[in-house]
């Protein structure tokens, strides 16, 4: 009997974030959910960047490769910036690279949840490589701001046959 080895279920998350459906939060929990928020957009402030970008670059050690996982729209932007302020923070060193787009927006996860609609599917994702360039053999970490059912990450995965997810929040554990 042989094990099958999945790269995108040891995807590594600074902080778990729980639902304010679940049960009422406390300080902290509201603020990772602020973070993550946050987080999703471009011009995140910069003090809740680096919060996020120490916490996630604890997880990983260098020399490695951060490549930003695309908004459902197919832009990286948040989460490049994300990924810059991570590498800037990575023992041994870590370098980006944005080589992830979609083929057309998917539909927002965030939105779907919110209206409790069913998960985004992988195929649903339309996460493809860029044309380019190979990039060097190295550990790679594909960068995300939560992890809410993994079809983001394994549809990252699939673009690019290789890495493990790196998320600042884990919304995919089952909550107490």
Not at 24 to 34: C, F, H, I, K, S
Not at 51 to 56: G, L
Not at 103 to 116: E, I, K, L, W
Not at 122 to 139: A, F, L, Q, S
Request: charged share 25%; glycine share 6%; aromatic share 6%.
């Amino acid at each position: 009997m042989s094990a099958t080895f999945s790269p995108y279920s040891s995807t590594r998350a600074a902080r778990r974030y729980v639902s304010p459906r679940t049960r009422p939060l406390n300080e902290y929990e509201r603020e990772t959910r602020a973070l993550s928020y946050m987080l999703k957009e471009a011009d995140c402030p910069e003090a809740a960047l680096q919060i996020a970008a120490a916490e996630m670059a604890a997880l990983v050690w260098g020399p490695c490769h951060l490549i930003p996982a695309p908004d459902h729209t197919g832009d990286t932007t948040a989460n490049r910036r994300l990924a810059k302020a991570i590498a800037a923070h990575v023992k041994g060193g870590a370098e980006v690279h944005d080589i992830l787009t979609r083929t057309a927006p998917a539909p927002s996860s965030c939105d779907r949840h919110r209206n409790r609609g069913p998960a985004v599917s992988v195929e649903e994702h339309n996460i493809t490589r860029r044309d380019g360039k190979p990039i060097p053999c190295r550990r790679t970490f594909i960068v995300d701001n939560v992890l809410v059912g993994g079809n983001t990450i394994r549809a990252c995965f699939n673009a690019l046959g290789f890495g493990t997810g790196l998320v600042f929040g884990d919304a995919s554990f089952h909550h107490e």
